[in-house]
DNA sequence: GTAAAGGTTATACTTAAGTATAGAGTCAAG
DNA sequence: CTTGACTCTATACTTAAGTATAACCTTTAC
């Protein structure tokens, strides 16, 4: 199997080099393999866990949760309860974040209803319908 | 009706005074009243206003974006075609948001069962699963 | 009426997450 | 066999989103 190097890596997944190189330094990824003269010797996986993380970041996940997440599969076998309880935390995290956007995307589509209507919108009380739960 | 100091209004949106008077540099709150001295006179409204900042943020929303949410609504009777055109884009932010975080949650349940029936993880294709839709 | 607590501005520092640059070595195409 | 594209490390810079500090003024509580 043929290795990629760190550009090939970078356009594959669509970042920076400095950015590979960054979460190597931040123990996001594996250090890889190095050729003879010291060049970075990746493989796909490398371009899929790239992808994994900057889409987990937008979905407002930290690097540092993220690397939890990650860590998850690398530690499974070790120790499987601890696992267990941060994968259900995160879970939980995961619902609730849903459940938020699920509010606000139906508080948007009552302002789009609104705009529709050509009403004022003074009677759609956006802020209030889109405040975090009480 | 009696007016709220920065310092109330900080305990109870549970946020740093700083970080008051920095979101109204960033103009995501606007310019409050002042009293005979200088004193930033608030209202609850703005109390509401950052706790759905906050939560917007959570979400995955930056400052910047949040303010072209709040925008919304400011300006709702203004450009009513343009409001609408914003909220449904970000509608369609939300929901892909949503769908990104179903899938991770469908895997980290995966998971978590793989954990309970104390097999090797190996069998539990996270980064596979959780990657972007492609 | 005087401290302590809380407000004001302005400026500087911090952290996360990159991004850019310099100076040097390496690889591959003509 | 050299030139251009690529890589290496190390260091420094940038942006977003705050936080902290200094030096000063105002309000409140005893």
């Known amino acids: ?3 990629l190097t760190i550009g090939k890596v970078a356009k594959q997944a669509q970042v920076n080099i400095q950015t590979i190189r960054y979460y190597e330094r931040q123990e996001l990824l594996p250090k ?3 050729s003879e003269s010291g ?3 990746y493989t796909s996986d490398t371009v899929k866990r790239i992808r994994f993380i900057k889409h987990a970041q937008e979905l407002g996940f930290s690097l540092k949760e993220i690397a939890e997440l990650l860590a998850l599969r690398v ?8 696992v267990k309880s941060l994968a259900e935390a995160k879970i939980q995290d995961i619902e609730l974040k849903i459940q938020s ?3 606000m ?7 789009v209803t ?3 209507h050509r009403k004022n919108t003074s009677d759609c009380p956006i802020l209030e319908a889109l405040e975090p739960p009480s």
Not at 75 to 82: G, I, K, M, W
Not at 105 to 111: A, F, N, P, V
Request: with cysteine.
């Open 101 to 103: 956007l699920q509010r």
């Open 105 to 111: 995307k139906q508080t948007l589509s009552t302002l």
């Open 39 to 41: 060049y970075r010797q």
């Open 1 to 3: 199997m043929k290795y």
């Open 75 to 82: 530690h499974a076998d070790v120790a499987c309860e601890s």
């Open 32 to 34: 890889p393999l190095r």
């Open 114 to 116: 609104c705009c529709e």
